[in-house]
């Protein structure tokens, strides 16, 4: 049964948004890797984003939602999907030493209007090249610390499409997981502590140095593409240990630097980026008998497995 395409954009009439017809999404990548979607709406106002759910629901499309892209693959031929961008939620807002931002909000932006501001707790973050929303669902973050840890309160879209505002420990946290379920981040609430901006300052630059010497910050990637294993072990070194760095598949190799990090160094292609896991997967495997699990989304192919 084909969908009902033509009937979304009647739908959507009344709705605060752009919608947008055959998108490309490698730009909105990191890794620049992948196809179109079919569509891509921006919803104006978090009240829209919940219509725009219920929209999709009722003429059963399906929907994705984009955030900075930071650890996402696309498939070559792309996504047959509503893309939901929350980008131009992108309000700051100020109450004492709690800030509020949007879920389009960048999280450097973030670091730098709050810095600016004096205001410190978001230092675990830095260099995390992602969205607020992104950030939140996944509960991204470094060796020093994860989204969740300065969260107060996330307010998001439920499975239904309404606003619900959830305190950070009614959501019970896991590791690089908001444990949100089907509801869509809209904005969040950090509590942070006052400092002067030349300490926070110092702190980032100290943390940013330490990525910069090990990860390739500068290059097109997916950020980590598979999950630590265990309890204190780490994908990246079992990937080095197995022989795999600089291993490659077309323009798309295991970075030198990081073994956990594949580098697009031109024009990649999601085959070759899904060949290399799978080569890294099964060369891990025989070696140490340890299934690595996929960390980066993946849209319009599945998983490789063993």
């Not at 070559?76 to 109450?95: H, I, K, W, Y």
Request: charged share 20%; with cysteine; glycine share 10%.
């Amino acid at each position: 049964m084909s969908l009902p395409w033509s009937e979304l954009r009647s739908a959507l009439a009344n709705v605060p948004s752009l919608v947008r017809e055959s998108v490309p999404l490698a730009p909105m990548t990191h890794v620049r890797i992948g196809g179109a979607a079919k569509y891509v709406v921006e919803p104006y106002t978090e009240e829209a984003v919940g219509a725009v759910m219920r929209v999709c629901r009722q003429l059963e499309l399906p929907l994705l939602v984009l955030g900075g892209g930071s650890n996402l693959l696309v498939a070559d031929d792309g996504v047959d999907a509503v893309v939901l961008s929350l980008t131009r939620l992108n309000r700051m807002v100020r109450d004492g030493s709690r800030v509020t931002a949007g879920a389009g909000v960048s999280l450097p932006s973030l670091l730098r209007a709050t810095r600016e501001i004096g205001l410190a707790g978001l230092e675990a973050l830095c260099g995390v090249p992602a969205l607020v929303g992104g950030a939140v669902a996944m509960n991204a973050g470094t060796r020093d610390g994860s989204t969740f840890d300065p969260l107060v309160s996330v307010l998001v879209a439920d499975e239904h499409g309404e606003l619900v505002e959830r305190a950070a420990e009614e959501c019970a946290p896991r590791y690089r997981d908001g444990n949100l379920g089907p509801a869509i981040v809209l904005g969040a609430t950090f509590d942070l502590a006052a400092d002067t901006p030349q300490a926070i300052y110092s702190r980032f630059e100290a943390s940013l140095r330490r990525r910069n010497a090990t990860q390739p910050v500068t290059q097109r990637s997916v950020g980590c593409v598979f999950r630590n294993p265990g309890e204190g072990a780490s994908a990246g070194r079992l990937i080095e240990e197995a022989n795999c760095k600089l291993l490659r598949r077309g323009d798309v190799a295991v970075s030198g630097k990081h073994a956990n990090y594949f580098v697009n160094e031109g024009a990649g292609t999601c085959a070759d980026f899904l060949e290399l896991m799978r080569d890294v997967m099964d060369r891990v495997q025989e070696q140490f008998g340890v299934a690595l699990t996929p960390e980066v989304k993946i849209w319009g192919r599945e998983t490789p497995h063993q």
